[in-house]
């Protein structure tokens, strides 16, 4: 088991979720339980498979999660796409939030290679 808290990656997920509930109260009301709604889970749902897979043991359990992080990240950023060109929100903060996701994603991809390399320890 590990600490989420001890990784880089749990903060920047914060970040990206904080970001993205910025970001998303701009949106029109008409959006608070459709577009609104999916990104904000999505947000949510990368820190949250973070910490998850940080409290399996063995690195094929915390794998599974973190490549669950990663495809929330990269349906975030689907939906930023889309949340764009459907003119939500404000488009000035919508590279700051593309920025973030993109940070995110890359450090999720670098801790996926390291976990891999290591030897899969089940108790660890």
């Not at 608070?32 to 990368?46: D, E, H, N, P």
């Not at 973070?50 to 409290?55: F, K, L, P, Q, Y």
Request: hydrophobic share 45%.
């Amino acid at each position: 088991m590990q600490n989420p808290r001890n990784l880089k990656v749990t903060n920047e997920a914060m970040a990206l979720a904080v970001l993205t509930y910025r970001v998303t109260t701009a949106f029109p009301a008409s959006e608070r339980f459709g577009l609104s709604s999916q990104m904000r889970r999505a947000a949510v749902s990368v820190g949250s498979n973070i910490a998850e897979g940080c409290g399996r043991s063995g690195n094929a359990a915390r794998l599974s999660f973190l490549h669950i992080a990663l495809g929330s990240a990269t349906e975030l950023e689907f939906q930023l796409a889309l949340a764009l060109r459907l003119g939500l929100g404000r488009p000035a903060d919508f590279p700051a939030l593309s920025s973030q996701s993109s940070r995110v994603k890359g450090m999720l991809t670098r801790l996926i290679v390291a976990l891999r390399r290591r030897p899969n320890t089940p108790a660890d």
